[in-house]
Antibody, heavy 120, light 110 residues
């Protein structure tokens, strides 16, 4: 069964940086687009960033550009989210999700999420 | 990238049908057929229910159906069951390798 496990969350002060990791198993991320999605406490889902299977296409939500960067290491079957200049409003559960396609496609598998709390 | 517009809540009795709308723009919902819907129970990760506007993944009951007209996509749950009570989110490709979610709709089974 496909598995995605996020790690790297925790409590961080405003202005600091954090890198989230997503470990994939039982499939190769090199064949699929991958996404990060977040959910603030009691709020809805928010798309954060995505990267195509080959890394040639990648982007993040307009409101996060310049602060959040998605990357992947196919050799390790891992995906990452580098988050800089964190703000209180970035507090959320961060999910990594696999697309069913290499560019587009629904998010057919999700991790259980990692909680990031930005607080002084 | 403004969030797609969904009603905050809908409700229905067991066996009834409910429809959730998802209104975007000609740059997202209206431009592409990459609209999917996700069901999320409390404390759980989301699960895809409909993709490519109207396709159903294997294992999803056929009481779930999707459609699109212009800039508005819709999810219909027919024959509502207790286990359908959850939050539902639409999700659309918005061009230039960006995506956008709807604000979410809470479905209550009366």
């Amino acid at each position: 069964q496909v598995q995605l496990v996020e790690s790297g969350g925790g409590v961080v002060q405003p202005g600091r940086s954090l890198r989230l990791s997503c470990a994939a198993s039982r499939f190769s991320i090199s064949n699929y687009a991958m996404h990060w999605v977040r959910q603030a406490p009691g709020k809805g889902l928010e798309w954060v960033a995505a990267m195509s299977y080959d890394g040639r296409n990648r982007d993040s939500a307009e409101s996060l550009k310049g602060r959040f960067t998605i990357s992947r290491d196919n050799s390790k079957n891992m995906m990452y989210l580098q988050m800089n200049s964190l703000r209180v409003e970035d507090t959320a559960v961060y999910y990594c999700a696999k697309s069913s396609g290499n560019y587009h496609g629904p998010l057919d598998y999700w991790g259980q999420g990692t909680l990031v709390t930005v607080s002084s | 990238q403004s969030a797609l517009t969904q009603p905050r809540s809908v409700s229905g009795s067991p066996g009834q049908s409910v429809t959730i709308s998802c209104t975007g723009t000609s740059s997202d919902v209206g431009a592409y057929n990459f609209v999917s819907w996700y069901q999320q129970h409390p404390g759980k990760a989301p699960k895809v229910t409909i993709y490519d506007v109207s396709k159903r993944p294997s294992g999803v009951p056929d009481r779930f159906s999707g459609s699109k007209s212009g800039n508005t996509a819709s999810l219909t749950i027919s024959g509502l069951q207790a286990e359908d009570e959850a939050d539902y989110y639409c999700f659309s490709y918005a061009g230039s390798y960006t995506w956008v979610f709807g604000g979410g709709t809470k479905v209550t089974v009366l």
